[in-house]
């Protein structure tokens, strides 16, 4: 068993006002993405979305805040919230869903992207590979508030976490930083812009790094759910699964029939040798 790190959750304090670990995690989670995000737009030379970024980020930030919590209303406790629904938007008492949070950013995005007659699709791709960022700092923050703690066992690496009983723990915190935030990440940044077919040349079509982010963290949170403790106040519902987890088959089985639309739709052919087609295929493959 290892001692777990008990870290105060409050970084420090100034009179009333608190700077939390977790809110901490949150802010360097969204500065991570939006600085990627903005490294891509400049690389790829997407100056419309380099000029509505700012803009684009607050809506989504809005988004996650709103979706999160309307999904852990929805999904996780309707009956009290339905017999309470002033505690609705009371967010500092705890209570954020991951899939409502991801429904959220994708209604917004899509709402902002339409108005302001930015391609969705391509946004989508950029914003996708970036997030599993925001998730590793994000579980870190869980772990640090001793929060969605695993299931009992007697691995060596368990602990005791302060709210979890007298017992042994997994640190799911750490399995999800490691899973669905490092190992995501890097999945999908070495996949971003990859061609699929080079003859004739075809390249993914946009789209597809989101229907690849849908599958993996579905996937992994999938999976690192069996040794997470599920909601004490749901337990595990119909075949012995978590309501995370059955979120999570939702979340992949849109990730496939997302993939297999946007290779149907939306992908591009590319043919011939002349400079113009040489030119062409080089912007994109740098997804210009």
């Not at 802010?27 to 690389?43: D, E, H, K, T």
């Not at 337990?235 to 089985?253: D, E, F, N, V, Y």
């Amino acid at each position: 068993m290892i001692s777990y790190p008990a870290i105060d959750p409050v970084l420090f304090s100034i009179g009333p006002l608190q700077l939390r670990w977790y809110g901490l995690m949150y802010v360097i989670g969204f500065a991570s993405a939006y600085l990627l995000v903005a490294r891509q737009a400049r690389r790829f030379g997407w100056q419309e979305l380099l000029a509505k970024l700012d803009n684009l980020n607050l809506m989504l930030i809005v988004g996650v805040i709103v979706g999160g919590r309307l999904g852990y209303v929805f999904f996780y406790n309707p009956t009290y919230y339905l017999t309470h629904p002033l505690e609705i938007p009371a967010t500092w008492s705890g209570g954020m869903s991951f899939h409502g949070g991801c429904l959220g950013v994708l209604a917004t995005g899509l709402w902002y992207c339409r108005r302001s007659g930015l391609d969705f699709w391509r946004a989508a791709d950029l914003y996708a590979v970036t997030v599993p960022v925001g998730l590793f700092f994000g579980r870190l923050g869980n772990f640090i508030n001793g929060e969605l703690y695993g299931r009992i066992t007697d691995v060596p690496w368990g602990m005791v976490f302060p709210d979890g009983g007298p017992l042994p723990r997994h640190p799911s915190q750490l399995y999800e930083a490691f899973f669905e935030g490092l190992v995501l990440f890097v999945l999908l940044w070495s996949l971003k812009a990859k061609p699929w077919k080079k003859t004739p040349l075809r390249r993914w079509p946009h789209g597809s790094m989101l229907a690849l982010f849908l599958v993996g963290y579905g996937v992994f949170r999938f999976g690192i759910e069996f040794v997470r403790e599920p909601d004490a106040h749901l337990g595990l519902l119909w075949a012995q699964l978590s309501m995370g987890q059955w979120l999570c088959l939702a979340m992949i089985a849109c990730g496939f029939a997302l993939w297999w639309w946007r290779m149907r739709t939306g992908s591009r052919r590319l043919t011939g040798n002349s400079a113009g087609g040489r030119n062409q295929t080089k912007r994109m493959l740098t997804g210009q």
